[in-house]
């Protein structure tokens, strides 16, 4: 059971570049996010998936687009990619909404650096 | 929008101290208050939540306060241990559940 994993570990592009970072879960679990991570500002949602074939616009999602084809899967794409995106990306998974039963767990991160 | 804001943004304390981070958030529907340790390099994990019907939880050296009127919360950390030493955020989420919104993270330092 390896819980959430995330490839890459670490990429840096060039201004422009796209991209595609990939999440993974094994826990059976419905709902997934993204977010990311920059000095002082805590973590701010991307976007998030309620199931299989559903996305949704979280809190930062302009430059950003998801998807979720498989359950056990979550993809964050960024089509040209700017400086201000350079951040630490992390993905997570939970049960059921955050207010209910579970809680959520996220993965390693993914640190993208854009020059 | 729903904010949360957290403080202090550093703490150090001595080995054996107790620390307490606090968390005041905006929006009144928020009834679900997860806090989270983060290790230099890592990935957040929970250590404790609280959910709006409960006013205290505990667990071990770890407890939580919540008051819903006046929309704070609290973390205490009693006998602290240098490896306490992390980033810890607080966060809040709404009934709808989707949105949690997270402080922007105290930094704890436990001294030996």
């Known amino acids: 059971n390896a819980g959430v994993t995330q490839t890459p570990k670490f990429r840096v592009l060039k201004t422009g570049q796209s991209m595609t970072l990939l999440c993974a879960q094994d826990m059976n679990h419905e709902y997934m996010y993204w977010y990311r991570q920059d000095p002082g500002m805590g973590l701010r949602l991307i976007h998030y998936?309620?199931?299989?074939?559903?996305?949704a616009k979280g809190e930062v999602p302009d430059g950003y687009n998801v998807s979720r084809l498989k359950k056990q899967n979550f993809l964050l794409g960024l089509e040209s990619a700017a400086p201000s995106q350079t951040s630490v990306y992390f993905c997570?998974?939970?049960?059921?909404?955050?207010?209910?039963?579970?809680?959520?767990?996220f993965g390693p991160g993914t640190r993208l650096t854009v020059l | 929008g729903e904010n949360v804001e957290q403080h202090p943004s550093t703490l150090s304390v001595q080995e054996g101290d107790s620390a307490v981070i606090k968390c005041t958030y905006s929006d009144s529907a928020s009834n679900y208050f997860p806090w989270y340790k983060q290790e230099l390099g890592k990935r957040p994990q929970l250590i404790i939540d609280i959910r709006s019907n409960v006013g205290e939880k505990k667990d071990q050296r770890i407890a939580v306060t919540l008051n819903k009127t006046a929309k704070h919360f609290s973390l205490h950390i009693t006998e602290t241990q240098p490896e306490d030493s992390a980033v810890y955020f607080c966060a809040a989420a709404d009934t709808g559940g989707f949105k949690t919104i997270f402080g922007a993270g105290t930094r704890l330092f436990v001294k030996a």
């Open positions: 997570a998974s939970s049960w059921a909404r955050p207010s209910g039963t579970d809680t959520q767990y």
């Open positions: 998936s309620v199931g299989e074939g559903t996305t």
